[in-house]
T-cell receptor, first 117, second 115 residues
Framework: GAGVSQTPSNKVTEKGKYVELRCDPISGHTALYWYRQSLGQGPEFLIY??????ADDSGLPNDRFFAVRPEGSVSTLKIQRTERGDSAVYLC????WGRGDNQETQYFGPGTRLLVL | KQEVTQIPAALSVPEGENLVLNCSFT??????LQWFRQDPGKGLTSLLL?????REQTSGRLNASLDKSSGRSTLYIAASQPGDSATYLC??????????????FGQGTILTVHP
């Protein structure tokens, strides 16, 4: 595709429910990142995939959060037993290699706005 | 742990003015420093990327500088226009560990350029 896409664009759910957020990276990009952005703040890192494996999940806030990328392309962020504090914009980004090349730009999707009532 | 701070939090200027946005970071072990633009309700658009070995990068009316020793970067916008109104975010790509290129963001500067 032309850019990173994320679905749904908006998600409203009730406290305690399970949600899945999807990210389609730019075709051919090996690295995929998830970030979370609260109102008035910069994005915060959640998890990073190099291919199919999660190379760094140190930003996941707790074990209610989980992400997969089974075929090395599309990724799904899964949140169990949602809480009101999970409300935020969830951003996905991809880059070509994710090797730490100092020229590598991350390309961001439009985000999924999650509201937990 | 890397910390990135942006000053000012908000800036309002008349059209045509030249302006400077500031970004500071605590850990100089970075691969690069990136500047992004975010429009309301939208994702991030990459503006400039400065490699750790570089001092500055330019794109059109934008110029970004990097001083690793002092932990600072600045984004200079020349001849500002109302269309430049947006939130500007800086982010460092942190070196080391297993998370190549993991970005640490500042909280952003909200820029308003009025006609």
């Amino acid at each position: 595709g032309a850019g990173v896409s994320q679905t749904p664009s908006n998600k409203v759910t009730e406290k305690g429910k399970y949600v899945e957020l999807r990210c389609d990276p730019i075709s051919g990009h090996t690295a995929l990142y998830w970030y979370r952005q609260s109102l008035g703040q910069g994005p915060e890192f959640l998890i990073y995939f190099q291919g199919t494996g999660a190379a760094d999940d140190s930003g996941l806030p707790n074990d209610r959060f989980f992400a997969v990328r089974p075929e090395g392309s599309v990724s799904t962020l899964k949140i169990q037993r949602t809480e009101r504090g999970d409300s935020a914009v969830y951003l996905c980004a991809s880059s070509l290699w994710g090797r730490g090349d100092n020229q590598e730009t991350q390309y961001f999707g439009p985000g999924t706005r999650l509201l937990v009532l | 742990k890397q910390e990135v701070t942006q000053i000012p939090a908000a800036l309002s200027v008349p059209e045509g003015e030249n302006l400077v946005l500031n970004c500071s970071f605590t850990d100089s072990a970075i691969y690069n420093l990136q500047w992004f633009r975010q429009d309301p309700g939208k994702g991030l658009t990459s503006l400039l990327l400065i490699q750790s070995s570089q001092r500055e990068q330019t794109s059109g009316r934008l110029n970004a500088s990097l001083d690793k020793s002092s932990g600072r970067s600045t984004l200079y916008i020349a001849a500002s226009q109302p269309g430049d109104s947006a939130t500007y975010l800086c982010a460092s790509a942190n070196a080391g560990g297993t998370s190549y290129g993991k970005l640490t963001f500042g909280q952003g500067t909200i820029l308003t350029v009025h006609p």
